[in-house]
């Protein structure tokens, strides 16, 4: 298998499925702003929506959209427990979950990353503050979303959390996602993921 990412995007959180999973993978680097490779191909022969993660599997077939790759990685290493069975409730509640994070967390940050009036700042900061307080309330007393498995609706809310750094967005007062991200970050294998995002 092939994972093209970018350093920091969100391709981090298949990444870190991968390495939970225990498979082996080749990273490849996309140059977002130059929408290319290191060896200069053009990213968006590859990938026409021209942004990561895509994962290419060995015959060829592609998948681009993290909900899908994250619940693809965790059916090849079902021992592992990254998800629930296919066609259980529980599962249902990840994929709502993983819909969850990228609709309503990740998307909402591009005004964040770009230069965004101050006035769609402001209101995207409030929007995710409440987001983040009900996320908090959700989270109760439970190492992970989903109680004490970590899953990969967790290796991507902790993709998205790490941005809130970036863009300055305190997470004070949400002291159990505060917890969480911390509990995540210390995880082995969410170590070496982050490590090999940003040298590879």
Not at 68 to 77: N, S, V
Not at 120 to 132: G, H, M, P, V, Y
Request: aromatic share 12%; proline share 5%.
């Amino acid at each position: 298998m092939k994972l093209y990412y970018a350093p920091g995007a969100c391709s981090l959180a298949p990444r870190i499925a991968l390495q939970e999973a225990g498979l082996p993978y080749d990273a490849v680097r996309v140059d977002l702003h130059a929408g290319t490779l290191a060896d200069g191909t053009d990213f968006k022969r590859i990938n026409p929506l021209g942004y990561v993660p895509l994962l290419e599997l060995d015959d060829g077939q592609r998948l681009l959209e993290n909900a899908a790759i994250l619940q693809y990685i965790a059916d090849l290493a079902p021992d592992k427990k990254l998800a629930p069975s296919n066609g259980s409730f529980a599962r249902y509640q990840l994929q709502e979950r993983l819909n969850f994070i990228a609709t309503e967390l990740h998307k909402r940050f591009g005004p964040l990353f770009y230069d965004a009036p101050e006035a769609i700042q402001t209101e995207t900061r409030a929007q995710l503050s409440a987001l983040f307080g009900w996320l908090d309330n959700e989270l109760g007393d439970k190492d992970y979303q989903f109680g004490a498995t970590f899953t990969v609706a967790d290796a991507y809310l902790f993709t998205v959390l790490r941005w809130t750094s970036l863009v300055k967005l305190d997470l004070t007062g949400f002291d159990r996602l505060s917890a969480f991200k911390a509990r995540v970050a210390a995880r082995p294998a969410v170590r070496q993921a982050v490590a090999d995002d940003k040298k590879q």
